[in-house]
């Protein structure tokens, strides 16, 4: 089962910060001035810093909120669609789940929208064949000063987005509707499911006496 860690939760609250830096900046030196003007005090600007951290942490909650929201529902779908899986995973980019008894596979696509779609299954001997992968990314630097330092961080923030949309793993299927299925899911945890799918298909994947959530989190390179 997916949490939420500390570590999560300051991950993305300094991600949300470093990542609109210019207009916390406006927004901190405006607060700031008027702040100081309305108290006619030279803590002003103090309490401009303490308006754009405070906005700073609502916006990383609501996006851990939305996270966890689509989470759920992921996990929900899965669920639904096959209710006593063998091995299951869901996350932001949607769920997958197998039944080794009636050979079957689960996949619940939440790629490209708030909302997970209803889960499809289908027999595992329409699967032609497993890729999992993870494209390269451009590292960008600048010794440019304080703005482009920052310009440079937005950028390497957005390769490193992009990356992340574009890792998972694919399943290609002799399904005129669904040929090609793709969950996006982080390398290593794609990794290990392709594993598993391997072995599933070789028929020699053991049933679980329940539900076993797959991989144990967390996993590393």
């Known amino acids: 089962m997916r949490t939420i860690t500390t570590s999560n939760k300051i991950y993305y609250t300094a991600k949300t910060f470093l990542y609109g830096l210019p207009i916390w900046l406006v927004v901190g030196i405006t607060a700031g001035i008027y702040i100081g003007i309305a108290t006619t005090t030279s803590l002003g600007m103090w309490g401009g810093w303490i308006?754009?951290?405070?906005?700073?942490?609502?916006?990383?909650?609501?996006?851990?909120?939305?996270?966890?929201?689509?989470?759920?529902?992921?996990?929900?779908?899965?669920?639904?669609?096959?209710p006593s899986p063998d091995y299951y995973n869901y996350g932001g980019g949607g769920g997958?789940?197998?039944?080794?008894?009636?050979?079957?596979?689960s996949y619940v696509d939440a790629t490209n929208s708030k909302q997970p779609k209803d889960g499809y299954v289908f027999d595992l001997g329409k699967?032609?064949?497993?890729?999992?992968?993870?494209?390269?990314?451009?590292?960008?630097?600048?010794?440019?000063?304080?703005?482009?330092?920052?310009?440079?961080?937005?950028?390497?923030?957005?390769?490193?987005?992009?990356?992340?949309?574009?890792?998972?793993?694919?399943?290609?299927?002799?399904?005129?509707q669904h040929p090609k299925l793709f969950l996006r899911m982080d390398y290593p945890e794609a990794e290990r499911w392709g594993f598993l799918l391997q072995k599933f298909m070789k028929g020699t994947l053991s049933k679980q006496p329940s539900p076993v959530f797959y991989p144990t989190l967390p996993v590393t390179n």
């Open 51 to 82: 308006v754009v951290f405070g906005l700073c942490y609502l916006c990383a909650n609501w996006y851990l909120g939305r996270t966890m929201k689509v989470w759920k529902a992921s996990e929900q779908k899965i669920m639904q669609s096959m």
């Open 127 to 176: 699967v032609l064949s497993i890729e999992w992968f993870q494209p390269g990314r451009t590292e960008f630097y600048s010794n440019g000063g304080l703005s482009n330092g920052m310009q440079t961080d937005m950028n390497n923030d957005r390769e490193k987005q992009r990356q992340a949309m574009s890792t998972g793993l694919t399943l290609l299927l002799d399904d005129v």
């Open 96 to 105: 997958i789940a197998i039944d080794i008894k009636n050979q079957r596979i």
